[in-house]
């Protein structure tokens, strides 16, 4: 299954010089916040409103060593996919730049 991981333009130059992504919200909350497809436009208007400068990983669940859970952390929503653990650059099959997310009164 394919999941999507949404992290700063910078943030993703340092994990292809580190060969991983594990930034420091990895430490602080023992996870990674990933989505599917499906939850892209959810995620990105909720948690990225008005970012410009946004890379979306996008990768194979089975590639990634790290313990992968189903949790409910949005009311209403579907559970989300956290990853326990860093990405591996080398599981990330398509890294695009995501177009500037709209603020709220602009949609």
Known sequence: ???????????????????EHAPPELARDGFLHCC??????FVLSRHFAGATDLVLLAFEADEVPA???????EPDQDPFPH????I???AV?????????PLPEDR
């Open 36 to 41: 599917t497809q499906a939850q892209l436009d």
């Open 1 to 19: 299954m394919e999941l999507h991981h949404v992290l700063r333009a910078d943030a993703w130059e340092a994990a292809q010089a580190a060969g």
């Open 93 to 101: 099959r398509r890294a695009i730049a995501v177009p500037p997310v």
């Open 88 to 90: 591996p650059c080398r």
């Open 67 to 73: 313990r992968l859970v189903w949790e409910n952390s």
């Open 83 to 86: 990853l326990y653990g860093p």
